[in-house]
């Protein structure tokens, strides 16, 4: 099964910064996603990210939010932009070598903003 | 819209125990059902892939089954152990967009 590493693990940033967070791939993957992970919840599905093309968004997720970068079939990023302390939250990425393959995921990104 | 639900919320049992998880979804149609298991601060790991033509699969101790008919998914784990403990997380893979819809999870404690 593919391995997934996430960087950073965990940060803290200020009000109104950036981040963004690196999923790689140990091996060519078909799909990539990107999940959120409120304090205390379940998983929600922000974008599916495509390979050389924009991301696919949920319903609640826009680009300027969260924009996604898939240059290749083992990487992505996700960008939370002008954080605010309800962007506090886990980030995961998860990854798949066909849709009825099962999804694998990263340890996740743990962010927290003041 | 496709709504996953789990009961119960939380479950705390003795070490040796058999239990029962369960999953609940309101649209059929869907490709396959994955249980997860998520340990405090860590990410996921999979434990079974359920394709939605099969009934049921077996990996160790944990058996999973569906009847997407009735949109019902359990997870059996036989003989609980302390290592066993854990939230357990279903999701569901809606058919034509192949996302994931997770459901709301089961805290576990197998107590020693």
């Known amino acids: 099964s593919a391995v997934i590493s996430q960087k950073p693990s965990r940060d803290i940033c200020q009000r109104g910064t950036s981040l963004t967070i690196q999923c790689q791939v140990d091996?060519?993957?078909?799909?990539m996603f990107w999940y959120r992970q409120q304090p205390g919840q379940s998983l929600t599905l922000i974008a599916t990210?495509?390979?050389?093309?924009?991301?696919?968004?949920e319903s609640g997720f826009v680009i300027d939010k969260f924009p996604i970068s898939r240059p290749n079939l083992t990487f992505s990023t996700l960008t939370v932009s002008n954080m605010s302390p309800e962007d506090s939250s886990i980030y995961l990425c998860?990854?798949?070598?066909?849709?009825?393959?099962?999804?694998?995921f990263g340890d996740g990104t743990r962010l927290s903003i003041l | 819209k496709q709504e996953v639900t789990q009961i119960p919320a939380a479950l705390s049992v003795p070490e040796g125990e058999n239990l029962v998880l369960n999953c609940s979804f309101t649209?059929?149609?869907?490709?396959?059902l994955q249980w997860f298991r998520q340990d405090p601060g860590k990410g996921l790991t999979s434990l079974l892939l359920?394709?939605?033509?099969?009934r049921e699969q077996t990996s160790g101790r944990l058996n999973a089954s569906l009847d997407k008919s009735s949109g019902r998914s359990t997870l059996y784990i036989a003989a609980s152990q302390p290592g066993d403990s854990a939230t357990y997380l279903c999701a569901v893979a809606q058919s034509g967009t192949y996302k994931y819809i997770f459901g709301t999870g089961t805290r576990l404690k197998v107590l020693a």
């Open positions: 649209d059929s149609a869907i490709y396959n």
């Open positions: 091996s060519q993957v078909t799909m």
């Open positions: 359920i394709q939605s033509s099969q």
């Open positions: 998860s990854a798949a070598t066909g849709s009825h393959q099962p999804q694998h």
């Open positions: 990210a495509n390979q050389g093309s924009e991301a696919t968004y």
